[in-house]
């Protein structure tokens, strides 16, 4: 979307245009979603951080300057909502241990992403990226699967471009050697 096409977007969003809001969801809604599924490997909590990520865009829109496009933006709020929901799972996670109760761990079964990957070496692939530690996963998650760029993932993340192509050049790295010692075959 070019720079005039989105300040007239946000100016018809701000007079209150129903159809801005609409067009503002319909062009972001999928992006950010898929983000969020991605990141999370789960739909019903990607369509919940989705909505809590539209909804702290609505509540901040009037503070939006501008200075970085309008999707970078969305994307970063959704990045954080997640990066709050594992910080809150991890918390309750670790009160349930403390309670001397802990939940039989969810997730063994097969999910729409998996039933996708029919391929199995693109199951072990799938399987590595989601084995490397958080903040490596998510970079090549936003990069490979995404297909955000470095400047937008530097946006997103507020740090120089630079730093984003180093830290997704590392995670590449760890990620070749997970597959090397995964057993992933390189016919």
Excluded at 32 to 40: C, E, H, P, T
Excluded at 75 to 100: C, M, P, T
Excluded at 105 to 125: I, N, Y
Excluded at 155 to 160: K, N, R, S, V, Y
């Amino acid at each position: 979307m070019s720079e005039e096409t989105e300040r007239d977007l946000l100016r018809r969003i701000h007079t209150g245009e129903r159809a801005a809001c609409e067009e503002f969801i319909r062009m972001y809604y999928k992006p950010v979603y898929g983000l969020l599924f991605n990141l999370s490997r789960n739909a019903a909590q990607a369509e919940d951080l989705t909505q809590e990520t539209f909804a702290a865009a609505w509540q901040h829109i009037g503070a939006f300057d501008g200075r970085r496009p309008l999707g970078a933006w969305l994307h970063r709020i959704g990045y954080n909502k997640f990066l709050d929901a594992q910080r809150s799972q991890v918390r309750e996670h670790s009160a349930q241990r403390l309670a001397g109760y802990a939940p039989p761990h969810s997730g063994s079964g097969m999910g729409p992403v998996e039933r996708v990957l029919s391929d199995e070496r693109s199951r072990q692939l799938h399987d590595a990226i989601h084995r490397l530690e958080g903040a490596g996963r998510d970079l090549i998650i936003m990069h490979y699967l995404q297909g955000l760029s470095f400047r937008e993932m530097s946006e997103i993340l507020g740090e120089p471009a630079g730093t984003v192509k180093w830290r997704v050049s590392e995670a590449l790295a760890r990620l070749r050697q997970e597959t090397l010692n995964g057993g992933l075959n390189h016919d």
